[in-house]
């Protein structure tokens, strides 16, 4: 008589993170990437706060204090964006990264619910990222107020418009990773997967300049842009220019994730590996 084997239990979501968690910590370069990003982005920011330590030497008391508000210097756009290119270009490698060395095979034998392993991707990079972001807003933002306040031109973390910019800066590298990782899975190809979500978020914000209103228009749907937005006041009263407003810079920040994340999930469930 023959003893069938008992049948294998199935894979819970826990567990698909948890590989996946496995996958990312394994690589050498992931810890290294971290840790230079950070750096980079927090050095950005200490950077600009002392040169404006410098600038206000010479400034009236009365405007130090606004002064130091308007730069917001602990939000530098040279560190995010690179912070955004760098997120994104991880998450497109998450997905592409595996066609193009075959282990994406070896995943969907293991793991026929495809769509539930572009998830656990998903989650871990959200996660990720959104750890980075928050030690990286927040130690940006104390450094350059000490600084500042040696100049009597810092302002605190409950000043008006430092907590949108402070969520802003934690969900803008999330948000490209989980781009970067729709495009990873439309692509398959890691160097073109990073080339477009590079393009996308740099490049293609540039090719639509807020000169008019239509350009301005386009511009504002993008990424780099609404995070701009939400970190620091655009145009001033009578530009001819229309300006998008805080709920539309958040929109831009939840759709193009969302976009890319379930058309990811349309493609892989249709296409074979």
């Known amino acids: ?35 230079l990003i950070t ?25 130090r204090s606004f002064e130091g508000f308007r730069c917001f210097d602990a939000f530098p756009p040279a560190g ?13 490698i998450t997905m592409a990264g595996e066609y193009g ?13 495809r769509r539930s392993v572009v998830l656990a991707k998903a989650v871990l990079l959200a996660t990720v990222w959104a750890v980075v972001g928050v030690v990286v807003s927040l130690t940006s933002f104390l450094l350059a107020q000490a600084i500042l306040s040696g100049r009597d031109a810092g302002v605190p973390i409950t000043h008006p ?6 969520l802003a800066s934690v969900l803008a590298a999330p948000v490209c990773a989980l781009i970067g990782l729709g495009l990873g899975v439309l692509i398959r190809h890691s160097a073109a ?11 293609l914000p540039m090719l639509f300049a807020p000169t008019n209103q239509w350009s301005a228009d ?21 530009d001819p220019i229309r300006i998008a407003g805080v709920p539309d810079s958040w929109a831009v920040f939840a759709l193009w994730p969302l976009v890319g994340l379930a058309l990811a999930l349309l493609v892989i469930r249709r296409r074979d590996v």
Not at 2 to 30: H, N, Q, Y
Not at 101 to 113: M, N
Request: glycine share 8%; charged share 10%; with cysteine.
């Open 193 to 203: 997967a990073v080339l477009a979500t590079c393009f996308s978020l740099l490049i």
């Open 101 to 113: 060395s075959g282990l994406i095979r070896t995943t969907s034998v293991a793991v026929p619910a």
């Open 1 to 35: 008589m023959t003893t069938l084997a008992p049948a294998l239990p199935p894979v819970r979501f826990g567990d698909l993170v948890a590989a996946e968690w496995i996958k990312m910590r394994s690589l050498r370069s992931t810890p290294w990437t971290l840790a």
């Open 218 to 238: 386009v511009n504002q749907t993008m990424v780099v842009s609404a995070w701009r937005r939400l970190v620091q006041t655009w145009g001033q009263l009578g």
């Open 80 to 92: 995010y964006v690179s912070l955004m290119l760098v997120s994104g270009s991880i998450g497109a």
């Open 161 to 166: 418009g430092v907590g949108r910019a402070l």
């Open 39 to 63: 750096l980079f982005v927090i050095g950005s920011a200490v950077a600009a706060a002392l040169g404006d330590y410098q600038n206000l030497t010479n400034s009236l008391p009365e405007s």
